[in-house]
């Protein structure tokens, strides 16, 4: 019995085999892929109450979350331009798969892989909730829930010697919830550099797969499998807080140099300068400032009826490109009544300075820097300058911030008197105000008081919510520890009329925590005003 049932199951193979392989194989030639129909549409009170429930998780963000806001608008635009976004799109997918197809053809002994049919359907993706954040960084973040249920038509058709295998995705369903970032903002269209991209959590992705007209996907286990394996690859790269970068900008084009460094200008005499005064002699005095900024130069006192001056004379002025910036030194003779005539000028370029060395320059005096000019030969007189470059440490931020997170912090301060002690720069950047109101008018500006030092910020005409955007600079010879930094915002009345200035209120901060963070950027209240906020960016840098 046992060996009748085995040559049973023999021929039963024999014969099940070769008819399985023949009717496969016409199935396998002759089949070809479905055309996708337009889901069917219903209105919700049409379904039955027990199946709503199943609809929640359907219903726009915007119903259940009130941070979300409703653009419809951008919606309708995206229904509108789809026939044509889809034709883009596809033209972009054909472009950049087709390189990589061609690829895998080659190297798995395919005759070719290419596009039958590539059609992202009639349905676009939808928008059901966009959240915005705002915060103190010169950054846009947006939160968009997006949901696509597509009726794409994508076929694709592997050659291989005399077979032909063609897979057809339907079905597509891609729910996802990105983080984008445009930063930083920066005053050239279109006004932000970079898109940072991260997703929030995983991303749905449900499709079919058919090939010759099965739908692999139902395959027990497979599915599962391919879903869990897109779910972690996505993951890996862009969930948060891993992001997706793309630039926009050229970093050469918006980025704004910081500081690097601290030029020490001694000026220490002039000789044989040129006689500008009608009686024979000049009144000079020596301006400084590098080239690439358009702050105030720096300025020595006048030496009256002195062709032969000695100054002696210290300045500190802040190096933002050590490699690319120059010092332009001019002598002037000073005049009481009219412009001041120049005497000559010179230029240093900074890498010729070595950093942490001191070095005497002696150099003579020209017209102006036009070195093609032949007229430019005439001896104008010599000035002698002592430069020494000294660039900012690297480390002073992350350095101290770290020390400083241990928990005895009297004893860290005590042990790291050295450290504290180092010379530096203050930077104050005063971005903007919110919510400031005159009594009589709104013209606001800011003041800045520091150690008996003013400096202000430009007057807005006409607004309660200025935006200034300026940054002041202090050279310290020892970080401020003890000191508080006041800002206050005024508006003045234009003209000339009684009672034209007014105090829409002030901030005093304190620079402790300023030097041990390196950096703080945040709104403050007002005080004596409303409702009024300042929002104060400042930073320490340690030599």
Not at 5 to 30: A, E, H, Q, R, T
Not at 204 to 216: E, S
Not at 428 to 442: C, F, I, K, S, Y
Request: one cysteine or more; a neutral charge; glycine letters at 6%.
């Amino acid at each position: 019995m046992g060996f009748l049932s085995s040559l049973l199951g023999i021929i039963g193979f024999s014969i099940g085999l070769p008819i399985g392989l023949l009717v496969g194989f016409f199935f396998f030639v002759y089949s070809k892929p479905k055309q996708v129909q337009d889901p069917v549409v219903r209105p919700v009170e049409e379904f039955d109450t027990t199946v709503l429930p199943d609809l929640l998780p359907e219903i726009p963000i915007w119903v259940k979350d009130p941070d979300y806001e409703r653009v419809y608008w951008l919606n309708k635009m995206i229904f509108y331009m789809w026939p044509y976004l889809d034709k883009a799109i596809c033209r972009e997918i054909r472009k950049q798969a087709e390189p990589i197809l061609a690829e895998y053809s080659e190297k798995y002994m395919i005759k070719a892989i290419e596009f039958e049919n590539l059609d992202l359907g009639t349905l676009p993706p939808t928008i059901n909730g966009i959240r915005v954040y705002e915060t103190n960084e010169k950054e846009l973040v947006m939160e968009p829930v997006i949901k696509w249920a597509g009726n794409p038509n994508i076929v694709l058709v592997l050659k291989f010697l005399s077979l032909q295998i063609t897979l057809q995705l339907v079905d597509l369903q891609v729910f996802f919830a990105p983080r984008m970032t445009l930063k930083p903002l920066v005053p050239t269209f279109p006004c932000f550099a970079n898109i940072l991209v991260s997703l929030m959590e995983r991303p749905h992705v449900d499709f079919g797969m058919k090939v010759l007209g099965g739908d692999i996907m139902s395959i027990p286990g497979l599915y599962q499998f391919i879903q869990k394996t897109i779910k972690k690859s996505v993951a890996s790269l862009y969930l948060w807080p891993q992001t997706l970068e793309v630039p926009v900008l050229d970093n050469s084009i918006y980025a704004l140099k910081k500081p690097v460094g601290i030029l020490h200008v001694k000026v220490v005499r002039a000789f044989k300068l040129m006689k500008a005064d009608f009686l024979g002699s000049s009144d000079p005095y020596v301006k400084l400032n590098l080239t690439g900024e358009s702050l105030p130069g720096k300025k020595t006192t006048v030496k009256k009826k002195n062709l032969n001056p000695e100054w002696n004379e210290d300045f500190k002025l802040v190096v933002r490109e050590h490699q690319s910036q120059a010092l332009q030194i001019q002598v002037f003779d000073w005049d009481k009544v009219g412009g001041h005539d120049r005497l000559g000028m010179q230029l240093v370029p900074l890498k010729q300075v070595t950093p942490h060395v001191t070095k005497e320059f002696t150099l003579g005096l020209l017209k102006h820097t036009n070195i093609s000019d032949h007229n430019d030969n005439k001896y104008r007189g010599t000035i002698v300058l002592e430069l020494t470059y000294a660039p900012f440490r690297e480390d002073s931020t992350s350095a101290l911030s770290a020390k400083f997170d241990q928990k005895d912090s009297l004893i860290y301060r005590s042990s790291n008197n050295e450290t504290l002690s180092k010379a530096g720069l203050l930077s104050v950047l005063v971005q903007a105000a919110e919510d400031v109101e005159g009594e009589r008018h709104n013209n606001p500006y800011a003041l800045i008081l520091f150690r008996g030092e003013q400096k202000k910020t430009k007057l807005l005409r006409k607004t309660r919510n200025p935006l200034w955007n300026e940054e002041f600079q202090f050279d310290l010879e020892e970080p401020p520890l003890q000191d508080k930094i006041r800002i206050e915002v005024f508006s003045k009345r234009t003209g000339i009329r009684f009672r034209s200035k007014e105090s829409l209120g002030h901030v005093e901060i304190n620079l402790d925590d300023v030097v041990h963070n390196g950096r703080i950027n945040q709104k403050y209240h007002l005080i004596n005003s409303k409702n009024g906020l300042l929002h104060v960016e400042i930073g320490w840098t340690m030599v």
